[in-house]
């Protein structure tokens, strides 16, 4: 069972809805992240909470809307989507920030399949 | 800048065949990690190495190998005799531990098909 959780699996939604997609992390670790997976693109890093503060925002537009209410747990509230932003959106979480060294491995949950109608 | 490039979108295989798959980066740090993940169809990226910028000794586990040559800026990877349950998708990512980024920049990934 992996370490980090993400539901729903599969979300369906209109571009008038507001939905939330949730991770949890069972490993103790103080960082979590949101990353985008679009079909042939780079796995892109959305937001990094480090001990439940934002500490990297790249340039995500506002529909997007995280929040950390503690070390254990990470929200992607999601709100006027468009139908570009239909993606897998992939939870992860390392022991530290890796911006204290570079070298954290991250631990990733099975990530949330978003489809924007 | 930062980069990482598979050039290697896709690869098929048979079953036993070895598989060595590509990856180049770019980057100005002098110290920076170089992972290997590994993302099935169940959808989990799942870790497979870390490599430091100044070890540049190869590294082999069970049937996966690693080779990092810091001359040409690859750090590729191996299968050998590949299995059924190797076919995934495969990204090398870097991040870099000096004053540059330290968030990972993965490769746009390389789709590995073994065949029975």
């Known amino acids: 069972e992996t370490g980090v959780t993400q539901t729903p699996r599969h979300l369906v939604m209109g571009m008038t809805n507001k939905k939330s997609l949730k991770c949890e992390q069972h490993?103790?670790?103080?960082?979590m992240y949101w990353y985008k997976q679009s079909a042939k693109k780079p796995l892109e890093l959305m937001f990094v909470y480090s001990l439940e503060e934002r500490v990297e925002n790249n340039s995500v537009p506002s529909r997007f809307s995280p929040e950390c209410p503690n070390s254990s747990h990470l929200f992607l509230h999601l709100h006027t989507l468009q139908p570009e932003d239909s993606a897998l959106y992939l939870c992860?979480?390392?022991?530290?920030?890796?911006?204290?060294?570079?070298?954290?491995?991250?631990?990733f949950g099975a990530g949330s399949r978003l489809t924007v109608l | 800048a930062q980069k990482v490039t598979q050039a290697q979108t896709e690869i098929s295989v048979v079953e036993k065949e070895d598989v060595t798959l590509d990856c180049v980066y770019e980057?100005?740090?002098?110290?920076?990690?170089l992972f290997w993940y590994k993302q099935p169809p169940s959808g989990e990226l799942v870790f497979l190495i870390r490599r430091n910028s100044f070890d540049e000794q190869n590294e082999i586990s069970g049937r996966y190998s690693w080779n990092f040559q810091k001359s040409t800026s690859s750090f590729n990877f191996t299968i050998t005799a590949s299995q059924v349950v190797d076919s995934a998708v495969y990204f090398c990512?870097?991040?870099?531990?000096?004053?540059?980024?330290?968030?990972?920049?993965f490769g746009s990934g390389t789709r590995l098909q073994v065949q029975p």
């Open positions: 990512a870097l991040s870099e531990g000096g004053t540059g980024r330290r968030a990972l920049t």
């Open positions: 992860a979480s390392s022991q530290d920030w890796a911006g204290f060294s570079g070298a954290n491995v991250l631990t």
């Open positions: 980057t100005r740090d002098t110290t920076y990690y």
């Open positions: 490993l103790g670790h103080n960082a």
